[in-house]
């Protein structure tokens, strides 16, 4: 039997590009004879291309174009289908077979790909790096026991526990890219640059800081049918400039500000989609620290801070306020979440009772942009009403998150973060496990009964189970008042009418090989 795990796995809530809004006219036709190349604008430069250690959906994106797995998302959709793979089957929880297409040849002359590439690329998750580390996603496949090679295209995939996220997060994600064994072993470090893989693209270019060039792969014998012959990326950080190139006709396709929706969208050569996102934006204090460690002081915080006024005031109203970690169309959302109104008499007294009626000086540590820069300037404001004196710390965006290495964050005091979201919710929960601290979470913030939660949703497999555990796992978020959730984000973008995006419904993940021509 060859089993197609979306009926049976997928454990989340319906997500699809059915809940896009598109704000543009309808789409002409246009004849597609003379159009081979795209310019798309990303908003930072790629940084590691290893998918075990990518640094976000920039590097994904790319990735994805060139590697394959074993299966790989469906254009708009968190459904998968077959890859790498010309079979796949789920023989039990703890087991799930494959055999690999025939003919597949990885670029760069390192051959045919083969079950033990698919070893290699899986078990590098659950083995030290030559430094003796983790790769950056190792809990992708933390379920991992081993991989069982059956023959040259065949093999085993064997698991320590159910695994239920398994072909969401780690086999159709990042996690499941097959690389070259013996690429890797002859590049080494380099692996990070050069992109070796048996997909659709090559990466014919990438000159840092200007950009990079997905060409075709002439090789590639998979069932992808990429539209595009060649595919350009721009990084440009600032979302006016961005969109100043848009109007020019330098790029075709970028992620925009909401705001400029509706005038992008008045273009005569435009078109404007918005996307609900999964993200997650919120503030809150290294708890470690004094007098952050006293729970007072984070509920007067709480109390203080006017939620409301940053969604108008940051994100022009448009941004829907959140009041937990996950986004509505996610397995898990709390809808019943607290919903904290500014009360300053009881931010005061609280203060008062932790021994600080007059306040104290604190300093809010942000990333460099615009919109984080305002959120911060209202958090400021909002905080002075109270006594607390906040100086803001802008860094630049390569300082900001090399918080996240050597436990740089036990120096923060009150920081502004903004995650990703991916489609289960055990992906969120990850990081604010007391194994990030020193790495990823940023408030400090240990909770045994909160990571015996997270470990718990990830091997269960009902989904009504799930759902109450990820609840019980946020209402312990809530009771610490380390985390004043702000917003989960709208994605919106802007591209020409003749073209017709391959964007997931996260909004941050593109498939450029679904990147095609509107038709009418």
């Known amino acids: 039997m060859t089993f197609n795990p979306t009926r049976r796995q997928v454990l989340i809530g319906g997500a699809s590009l059915a809940t896009v809004v598109a704000l543009g006219g309808t789409h002409p036709a246009f004849a597609s004879a003379d159009r081979t190349k795209i310019v798309v604008r990303v908003e930072k430069d790629l940084s590691n291309l290893d998918p075990a250690n990518r640094s976000g959906p920039i590097d994904l994106n790319v990735i994805w174009s060139v590697q394959q797995g074993l299966i790989s998302f469906k254009p708009g959709s968190i459904e998968w289908e077959l890859d790498a793979a010309e079979e796949l089957e789920q023989v039990s929880d703890r087991e799930i077979r494959f055999k ?4 597949l040849t990885f670029t760069g002359g390192y051959g045919e790909l083969t079950a033990e590439d698919v070893k290699f690329s899986f078990e590098r998750f659950i083995k030290p790096d030559a430094e003796g580390k983790p790769v950056t996603y190792a809990k992708d496949w933390a379920a991992l026991e081993r991989v069982e090679v059956t023959g040259p295209l065949e093999g085993r995939i064997i698991l320590k526990n159910p695994a239920p996220a398994l072909y969401t997060i780690a086999l159709a994600d990042g996690s499941g890219r097959i690389v070259s064994k013996k690429a890797f072993e002859a590049l080494g470090k380099d692996i990070a640059t050069k992109l070796i893989g048996s997909g659709p693209y090559v990466l014919k270019e990438w000159t840092p ?13 998979g069932p ?4 595009f012959q060649q595919i350009v990326g721009k990084p440009i950080g600032e ?4 969109e100043i190139a848009f109007r020019s006709g330098e790029i075709d396709f970028t992620a925009i500000d909401p705001e400029s929706g509706k005038e992008l969208a008045g273009l005569s050569d435009a078109s404007v989609t918005e996307i609900p996102a999964i993200d997650y934006v919120w503030f809150g204090p290294n708890i470690e620290k004094a007098p952050f460690d006293d729970i007072r002081v984070r509920r007067a915080i709480r109390y203080a801070v006017d939620v409301d006024a940053i969604l108008r005031g940051a994100y022009s109203g448009l941004y829907q306020r959140a009041n937990s970690l996950l986004a509505p169309s996610l397995l898990g959302y709390w809808k019943d979440a607290p919903v904290y109104s500014r009360d300053l008499e009881k931010a005061q007294a609280l203060l008062a009772e932790a021994g600080h009626p007059n306040g104290f000086k604190t ?5 460099s942009t615009a919109r984080y820069e305002a959120i911060a300037q209202i958090i400021q404001a909002n905080l ?21 290495e050597n436990d740089a964050s036990k120096d923060l005091e009150l920081s502004l973060i903004k995650f990703n979201g991916k489609f289960d919710p055990g992906f969120q929960t990850q990081w604010f496990t007391s194994a990030q601290v020193g790495q990823w979470n940023w408030q400090r913030w ?8 997270h470990e718990k949703g990830g091997v269960t497999v009902d989904p009504a189970e799930r759902e109450k555990i990820y609840i019980d796992a946020q209402k312990l978020l809530d009771e ?11 994605n919106a973008f802007a591209s020409r009418k003749w073209l017709k995006p391959g964007v997931l419904p996260n909004g941050n993940n593109w498939l450029y090989t679904a990147f095609t021509e509107a038709t009418a």
């Open 384 to 404: 002075a009403e109270i006594g607390i004196e906040v100086e803001i710390e802008a860094l630049e965006s390569a300082a900001y998150w090399a918080l996240g």
């Open 224 to 227: 992808i049918k990429p539209h």
């Open 209 to 221: 800081r200007e950009q990079f060039v997905l060409e075709i792969n002439p090789d590639y014998k």
């Open 239 to 242: 979302q006016k400039t961005a």
């Open 363 to 367: 300093k809010l540590t942000i990333e």
């Open 100 to 103: 690999l297409r025939s003919g």
């Open 480 to 490: 610490s008042a380390a985390f004043i959730w702000i917003t989960h984000n709208l």
């Open 446 to 453: 240990k909770n045994a009964e909160f990571d015996a939660l």
